[in-house]
């Protein structure tokens, strides 16, 4: 029997491949005039550049999804945003189950590596998992937002509005259906602590959650894992650096918090602080905060969410490890130690070279964003921030998307693409896969460092 072409590529290759595919097919479909609000029409870069935003989860948008796109329009876009957020192989693999059809062990490999699973054994009844949650998760989100949208929008809109946000929030995208996006909800406590919840969730990672939940109903037996542990704590530790700093900044600016009583300073600095790191969503006007916000924003995109989440950025893990290695090495300790677990050298390695490559990308997409920024009309601070956050996967924008011309347009296409499958992913899907060396060089101690 014949192989199949597809069954040559390596997991990384196939990703990158079926992520490329899809942005198309949905781009294709965004660009249909049937899925558009009256009177109003895209290109098939805009279209491109939605389909991409929605399927990498990233949450920028060059128009506004709910005076654009009709309900078909936002439905497409919806669905994109949950195959995006769970992961296309994901999708297939439950369909092949649903039908009754035999994973094969090549196919587990791809799956394992789709969700950043620990191993090939067991990622099956993963995935199951993972769609059970992920469905309990948007459904009790869709629950709790209808308390707010219903009386406002009436039972057929409010419970649409609820689900929409839902989604859109569990899988970190940021895409509302209103022009102002959440900022008409800056006061309300519900609505920013449940669209707060889902996106954590969602940002937590796949197989944190399952661990998590394991460990919570069976604590004697089911033990946290280290690595539930680092990002977990890195994930806390964030958030409140994140929501005190944002306080501390914008707290007298008239602009942004200002007019606020406390008690809404204090909840649109978490808020902003939570979709940060890849939310997406908004309850104050980036364009109006102070520059110190504005840098402390960007840190944030940039180290992002969970490995094998629905969210961006370098992730937690990587930060923290590349963080406990220079730690270590500027005590003069050996290997970097944490939770009573020694980090093994090639997990530095990897995070090294992740971190490396996000910012070569980030640094080459940034320049390409100056050069193409020919009418001058957009700042250096707006253009680097729409630059991370679209390779972060984020969303969150000064309002410069909508005013980028094409070349700009397609250069975040790249980095919203590039952000969502990994930059280690593509670099070993396009790599030259050769087998290891034989020979081993003697190692060369006297290169200077520093």
């Given at each position: 029997?014949?192989?199949?072409?597809?069954?040559?590529?390596?997991?990384?290759?196939?990703?990158?491949?079926?992520?490329?595919?899809?942005?198309?097919?949905?781009?294709?479909?965004?660009?249909?005039?049937?899925?558009?609000?009256?009177?109003?029409?895209?290109?098939?870069?805009?279209?491109?550049?939605?389909?991409?935003?929605?399927?990498?989860?990233?949450?920028?948008?060059?128009?506004?999804?709910?005076?654009?796109?009709?309900?078909?329009?936002?439905?497409?876009?919806?669905?994109?945003?949950?195959?995006?957020?769970?992961?296309?192989?994901?999708?297939?693999?439950?369909?092949?189950?649903?039908?009754?059809?035999?994973?094969?062990?090549?196919?587990r490999i791809r799956l394992a590596q789709q969700v950043s699973a620990f191993g090939v054994g067991g990622v099956v009844p993963l995935i199951r998992k993972i769609f059970v949650f992920t469905l309990l998760a948007e459904l009790l989100g869709t629950a709790l937002l209808a308390i707010r949208f219903v009386p406002q929008e009436g039972w057929g809109r409010g419970l649409y509005f609820a689900l929409f946000h839902a989604v859109s929030a569990f899988n970190?995208?940021?895409?509302?259906?209103y022009p102002d996006n959440l900022m008409r909800f800056v006061n309300d406590p519900l609505i920013c602590l449940v669209i707060s919840a889902l996106i954590i969730l969602g940002g937590m990672g796949f197989a944190v959650q399952i661990n998590v939940l394991a460990h919570w109903r069976r604590p004697?037996?089911?033990?946290?894992?280290?690595?539930?542990?680092?990002?977990?704590?890195?994930?806390?530790?964030?958030?409140?650096?994140?929501?005190?700093?944002?306080l501390l900044f914008e707290h007298a600016n008239p602009a942004t918090l200002g007019p606020l009583p406390w008690g809404s300073k204090i909840l649109a600095s978490f808020f902003q602080s939570v979709v940060a790191r890849t939310g997406g969503f908004?309850?104050?006007?980036?364009?109006?905060?102070?520059l110190p916000t504005l840098f402390i924003t960007i840190i944030l995109m940039f180290i992002g969410?969970?490995?094998?989440?629905?969210?961006?950025?370098?992730?937690?893990?990587?930060?923290?490890?590349?963080?406990t290695s220079a730690l270590t090495l500027v005590r003069g300790?050996?290997?970097?130690?944490?939770?009573?677990?020694?980090?093994?050298?090639?997990?530095?390695?990897?995070?090294?070279?992740?971190?490396?490559?996000?910012?070569?990308?980030?640094?080459?997409?940034?320049?390409?964003?100056?050069?193409?920024n020919t009418s001058k009309q957009l700042s250096f601070v707006s253009l680097f921030f729409e630059t991370v956050s679209a390779f972060a996967s984020v969303g969150v924008s000064m309002n410069a998307t909508p005013l980028l011309?094409?070349?700009q347009q397609l250069i975040l296409i790249a980095l919203m693409y590039l952000g969502r499958i990994g930059p280690l992913t593509f670099a070993v899907a396009i790599g030259d896969h050769q087998e290891h060396q034989l020979i081993k060089y003697p190692p060369e101690r006297d290169i200077l460092i520093g």
């Open positions: 029997m014949r192989r199949s072409p597809l069954t040559r590529l390596t997991p990384p290759q196939l990703i990158a491949l079926s992520f490329a595919l899809a942005s198309l097919l949905g781009a294709g479909l965004l660009s249909l005039p049937i899925t558009h609000q009256p009177g109003k029409q895209l290109d098939f870069v805009q279209a491109l550049f939605m389909s991409t935003s929605a399927l990498c989860v990233a949450g920028l948008g060059v128009v506004d999804p709910g005076s654009t796109f009709n309900t078909l329009g936002q439905v497409v876009l919806l669905s994109l945003i949950q195959i995006g957020g769970l992961g296309i192989i994901t999708f297939g693999t439950l369909f092949s189950v649903l039908l009754g059809r035999r994973i094969n062990f090549a196919q970190n995208v940021g895409f509302s259906l004697r037996t089911e033990r946290l894992l280290v690595h539930s542990k680092i990002v977990l704590s890195v994930m806390a530790a964030l958030l409140l650096i994140g929501t005190l700093l944002i908004n309850t104050l006007d980036y364009s109006l905060m102070a969410a969970n490995p094998g989440s629905t969210g961006g950025g370098i992730k937690t893990s990587t930060f923290y490890v590349m963080l300790r050996g290997d970097p130690v944490t939770f009573q677990r020694r980090i093994h050298r090639d997990t530095v390695i990897r995070a090294m070279t992740v971190g490396l490559l996000s910012l070569g990308l980030v640094n080459t997409g940034l320049l390409l964003m100056l050069w193409a011309n094409s070349p």
